[in-house]
């Protein structure tokens, strides 16, 4: 098993409207009923796992807006396969900020609106 | 004054070791001293302002590699521009999120490592 | 049938040189024994044809630099997916073309290195 | 100065039609006007030459469909930038091109649709 971390974003072009939110609401659905781990950030999703379980869910989601209405829709699929270590979105975090809390850091700053890493209680695969 | 959110992500290639981190945590230090709003996620950074305030801080973090012996640099960079209503990286996770709660959502999931949005007390500027 | 235009680019990281032509071409190499129509240009391949059979062969292209030795590959896919009209690289190019001959035009440049878009003359599938 | 190539992809969000060649025809001619070397391509357009001088032309390029009528614009930049060797779009494409004609290659294909890396003849900088 190969496990990546993936980066994707899924914009509908063309739509009445230049607010998206539904559509992305409408992919993330797709990904939280997968039971992959992901965290959804402001600019795209970010998934961890298994690289062609990763694959076969971006697939569904990119087909998520057509089925919403949507006729040209734009994918941004981004995949760092790294298979020396372990490879996953807390490691990759830990990594950096361990560097960060070496001497030269600037003051760390205050925290606001917390993204969160989601990982269902009981993955159930897709359904 | 063009409030974007931005995502930027930078690598340097051909380096002796597949471990990025210290180039992460570089490229992050410039991005802190900057007093914009950001947020590291494990994929790139998000950062939030004046679109033209970002580019030019990005500039300065793309350089930042060849400062610490990197000979090629790759640098990715998404802008999302919205000038209708007010555009923030807190406004767009929050639409998102509103939708997700309505009927057919999933159950919602467990939050592990939360990443922070850091926003400076007192942005000095770049010094 | 869906057939989209992508743009792939993949790169592997820590080679300890910044010289990746010889994974472009392995990658490349792929790409060509798919039969696909493809586009190879300076900084990523383009693609057209099936999204589906697109996204096979470009798994099987970003495992290609591991087996060449790489231990960490960064792999970018743009997906541009449109169902209401015929989607290929060459109407997409005139359609540009199309309205830049359009009144307010420079005068046009001087063409250097014409890419080349690739057509099997008998496409034999994946081997 | 810092010679990079850079891949660029403007389109405009919510334009209630997913026909977008006439943002991208206004976009192309901003870089035309500017004097850079580039090519069009089916997924965005590729500039060679100083990267500051790249930078101000893509945030030019950027404010292009804001004033078609477009509220919301999304924009991908990719910066590849070498500094131990001459780095241009003709000798990026040539050292892939050698390595492909090394044995193992499969035959080539025919080609269809050039694109044009286009320089002006006598560059008059941005008016």
Known sequence: MTVAVVFVTIAPLGTGTPSLSRYVAGVERILQRSGLV????????????????????????????????AVRVSTLIKIDDRRDK??????????????????????????????????????????
Chains 1, 2, 3, 4 share one sequence.
């Open 38 to 69: 992901h965290q959804l950030t402001a600019m795209g999703t970010i998934v961890e796992g298994d690289l062609d379980a990763i694959l076969a869910v971006v697939r569904e989601m990119h087909e998520t807006p057509f089925g919403q209405g």
């Open 86 to 127: 372990e490879h996953t979105i807390a490691r990759k975090m830990r990594s950096v900020e361990e560097k960060l809390l070496e001497p030269g850091q600037p003051p760390p700053g205050v925290a606001i609106t917390p993204p969160r890493t989601r990982r269902r209680s009981a993955p159930r695969g897709r359904r």
